[in-house]
C-alpha cells in the first residue's frame, strides 16, 4: 500500500453542503488521522474537508440558519455560507430546504464523515489481506462468496436434519415435505453445489477481472459515495430480473428442460442449498452471469460487489429454504415455481407480471402468503389452506 503522509493546513476550505466557509478544525472526512495532524491516504485518495461544525453540530448549525444568526461564526472562526434574513418567507423556505435536505444530509453525514469509520475499517481490513487487485477480486470473492452460500445454507440445512429447533416447524411452506430431508439426496446436492461453486464460479470470478474497467481495478483503496452505491445496486438489481427470467425461461423449453434444467427441479420442495443445485451450464447462464453482467456494466467498486454478492446469495438461499420466516424475504413465489414448474419464473416477479407468467400464483392461496413477515404468527396459520 502506498502511504503518503501530510499534514494538513489548519484553515482549508470546507466542502459541506458545498459551502465557501473556512474553519480551524477542518479535517479530512475520508481519512482518520494516524497522529496529531498526520493523515494517512491511498494512491487513489482525494481529500474531503469537512469541518468540525458541519459534523459534529449540524442540528445547532441549521438551526441558527433559520434564526438568521450567525451564532457560531464567533466562535472557531466558523463562517456560515450565505446571510438569511428575518423574513416569514425566507424562514418558510428555509424550513422547506432543510426538511427535504435532511435526510441526505444525514446520509452524507453517516457516509462521509462517518464514512472515515467504513474507510478505516476498510483499510485495517485491507492492511490484513493486502490490496492486490486481482487476489482480492478473484480468490477473495470466491471464498467470501463460498462462506456466505455455506453459513446460510448450513443454518437451515441443520434445520432441515434435525428438527429442531421444532418452532420453526410451524413456518414451513410445504409441511411435512423433507422432515427430516433424505441424507443420500443432501449429499447428492452439497457434491453439485462444490463442484459448481469450483468449476464454473472461480473461473468466472477471473474472467469477471480482466474484463471489468481498469479504473475498478485500480481504486481498491478508496471506498465509493452512498449515492454510487445505491444507484449501482439497483442497476444490478434491474440487470438480474431480465436476464434470470429470460434464461429461466429458455431453460423451460421443452426441447432442452431435461437435459440441463430438470436436475434444479428434482426438488419440487426446494431447501436452502438447492439454490446451486444445477447443471453446470445452467449454473453459469442463469445463477452467475445474471450477477456478474451487473458488476460489469456498473465498474462498480469491490465492496459493492460484494454487497451485491451477499444480497444475491442471502435472496436465494431464503427464497430456496422451504421456510418462510419472520423479517425475511418472502419464499413463496419461488417455492411455487418449484411445485408448478411453469409459473413465476422470474425474482422480483415483475416480468412474469408482465408477461403474464404469474397468473395462476395471484389467484393461489400462496400469492396471499406472499409477503415480508412482521410478526411471529405463521403466514399458514394467518391464511390456512381451507
Ligand atoms: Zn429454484
Ligand atoms: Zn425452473
Known amino acids: 500500500m502506498a502511504t503518503e503522509k501530510?499534514?494538513?493546513n489548519q484553515t482549508e476550505r470546507c466542502q459541506h453542503r458545498g459551502s465557501a466557509h473556512t474553519e480551524a478544525f477542518a479535517r479530512c472526512a475520508r481519512t482518520q488521522p494516524q497522529?496529531?495532524?498526520?493523515?494517512?491516504?491511498g494512491p487513489q485518495h482525494s481529500h474531503l474537508f469537512i469541518c468540525k461544525p458541519c459534523t459534529i453540530r449540524p442540528r445547532s448549525v441549521r438551526a441558527s440558519r433559520l434564526n438568521g444568526a450567525n451564532a457560531r461564526s464567533?466562535?472557531?472562526?466558523?463562517?456560515?455560507?450565505?446571510?438569511?434574513?428575518?423574513?416569514?418567507?425566507?424562514?418558510?423556505?428555509?424550513?422547506?430546504?432543510?426538511?427535504?435536505?435532511?435526510?441526505?444530509?444525514?446520509?452524507r453525514v453517516f457516509w462521509g464523515a462517518s464514512g472515515s469509520m467504513w474507510q478505516s475499517l476498510w483499510d485495517r481490513f485491507l492492511d490484513f489481506t493486502g490490496d492486490n487487485p486481482l487476489a482480492l477480486w478473484t480468490v477473495g470473492s470466491y471464498v467470501y462468496t463460498s462462506l456466505i452460500y455455506w453459513s446460510i445454507g448450513l443454518a437451515y440445512t441443520l434445520l432441515?436434519?434435525?428438527?429442531?429447533?421444532?418452532?420453526?416447524?410451524?413456518?414451513k411452506v410445504q409441511p411435512g415435505t423433507n422432515e427430516p430431508v433424505d441424507p443420500a439426496r443432501l449429499r447428492t446436492v452439497i457434491r453439485q453445489v462444490l463442484f459448481n461453486q469450483f468449476c464454473t464460479g472461480l473461473p468466472l470470478l477471473f474472467l469477471m477481472y480482466y474484463l471489468l474497467p481498469g479504473q475498478t481495478r485500480d481504486t481498491i483503496r478508496q471506498l465509493p459515495t452512498f449515492v454510487t452505491v445505491v444507484w449501482q445496486l439497483g442497476v444490478c438489481i434491474l440487470i438480474e430480473e431480465v436476464m434470470f427470467y429470460y434464461s429461466h425461461r429458455l431453460l423451460h423449453d421443452g426441447r432442452i428442460?431435461?437435459?440441463?434444467?430438470k436436475r434444479h427441479h428434482e426438488w419440487t420442495a426446494p431447501i436452502a442449498i438447492t439454490a446451486m443445485y444445477a447443471h453446470p451450464v445452467e449454473n453459469v447462464l442463469s445463477n452467475l452471469l445474471p450477477i456478474a453482467v451487473g458488476v460489469w456494466t456498473t465498474g462498480c467498486?469491490?465492496?459493492?460487489?460484494?454487497?451485491?454478492?451477499?444480497?444475491?446469495?442471502?435472496?436465494?438461499?431464503?427464497?430456496?429454504s422451504g421456510y418462510h420466516l419472520p423479517l425475511l424475504p418472502s419464499p413463496e413465489q419461488h417455492d411455487y415455481h418449484h411445485l408448478k414448474f411453469?409459473?413465476?419464473?422470474?425474482?422480483l416477479g415483475v416480468l412474469d407480471w408482465l408477461h403474464g407468467t404469474s397468473e395462476m400464483f395471484h389467484r393461489s392461496k400462496q400469492a396471499k402468503r406472499d409477503y415480508i413477515?412482521?410478526?411471529?404468527?405463521p403466514v399458514r396459520e394467518t391464511h390456512p389452506d381451507q
Not at 432441515?160 to 413456518?171: E, N
Not at 454478492?309 to 430456496?320: E, K, Q
Open 6 to 8: 501530510q499534514s494538513h
Open 35 to 41: 497522529q496529531p495532524g498526520v493523515y494517512r491516504s
Open 74 to 107: 464567533g466562535q472557531s472562526g466558523h463562517k456560515l455560507p450565505h446571510t438569511y434574513t428575518d423574513t416569514q418567507t425566507d424562514a418558510i423556505m428555509s424550513l422547506t430546504v432543510e426538511l427535504f435536505d435532511l435526510p441526505a444530509h444525514q446520509f
Open 160 to 171: 432441515d436434519v434435525t428438527g429442531r429447533p421444532a418452532v420453526l416447524r410451524r413456518y
Open 257 to 261: 428442460y431435461r437435459y440441463i434444467h
Open 301 to 320: 467498486h469491490i465492496s459493492v460487489a460484494w454487497l451485491w454478492f451477499t444480497l444475491a446469495i442471502s435472496n436465494t438461499l431464503h427464497v430456496h
Open 342 to 347: 411453469n409459473q413465476c419464473y422470474g425474482v
Open 373 to 377: 413477515m412482521t410478526s411471529l404468527e
